[in-house]
T-cell receptor, first 113, second 115 residues
Framework: AQSVTQLGSHVSVSEGALVLLRCNYSSSVPPYLFWYVQYPNQGLQLLLK??????LVKGINGFEAEFKKSETSFHLTKPSAHMSDAAEYFC???????????FGKGNQVVVIP | DTEVTQTPKHLVMGMTNKKSLKCEQHMGHRAMYWYKQKAKKPPELMFV???????INESVPSRFSPECPNSSLLNLHLHALQPEDSALYLC??????????????FGPGTRLTVL
């Protein structure tokens, strides 16, 4: 079974500052890792994903994440926060042959002007 | 195109009503999902259809009844719901098979309120 840990439910960041959201996973098989973003009253939008290959993954809206197997981590970063980045962010994990997604508890990102 | 559509956007129903939620995708995906999401929580998986057959039922109460009439369409029939069933109901689809390309794409959701 797979699981994800996201610490710190609320994350405040100043506009223009680095956004860093931490995700650690647990998986007995090679994981597939995802970050989704959810804006208020909307569905989940895929930001980026890691399945195989290059461990640094670039996504939409300037976000990127790095898969570190030794640290069982998949942290999400963006160099410069924008007001439009205010949203809920979910890290999720699945595995080959298993289409069940395990979500973390989510991070509510607040951008301070 | 990675669009999943859901109707209606909002639904208010009484505890004795019968209603249905609809989800549609035209990406050729063969797996479709229903999730329930409460405020400030991650989505909780309810049902998975794989190649139009129900493959996962997460012990969901029988007042929720899923249906997959064809590979593009997924319904969720609601009957005798309780106020605690009020939530955002999300539909998702993926290529199917749990392969490297099996990414789930979500619809915008239906906001359900049970009075």
């Amino acid at each position: 079974a797979q699981s994800v840990t996201q610490l710190g439910s609320h994350v405040s960041v100043s506009e223009g500052a680095l956004v860093l959201l931490r995700c650690n996973y647990s998986s007995s098989v090679p994981p597939y890792l995802f970050w989704y973003v959810q804006y208020p009253n909307q569905g989940l939008q895929l930001l980026l994903k890691y399945t195989t290959g290059a461990t640094l993954v670039k996504g939409i809206n300037g976000f990127e994440a790095e898969f570190k197997k030794s640290e069982t981590s998949f942290h999400l970063t963006k160099p410069s926060a924008h007001m439009s980045d205010a949203a809920e962010y979910f890290c999720a994990v699945s595995a080959y042959g298993n289409n069940r997604l395990a979500f973390g508890k989510g991070n509510q990102v607040v951008v301070i002007p | 195109d990675t669009e999943v559509t859901q109707t209606p956007k909002h639904l208010v129903m009484g505890m004795t009503n019968k209603k249905s939620l609809k989800c549609e995708q035209h990406m050729g995906h063969r797996a479709m999902y229903w999730y329930k999401q409460k405020a400030k929580k991650p989505p909780e998986l309810m049902f998975v259809y794989s190649y139009e057959k129900l493959s996962i039922n997460e012990s969901v109460p029988s007042r929720f009844s899923p249906e997959c009439p064809n590979s593009s369409l997924l319904n969720l029939h609601l009957h005798a719901l309780q106020p605690e069933d009020s939530a955002l109901y999300l539909c998702a689809s993926s290529q199917g098979g749990g392969t490297v390309t099996d990414t789930q794409y979500f619809g915008p959701g239906t906001r359900l309120t049970v009075l």
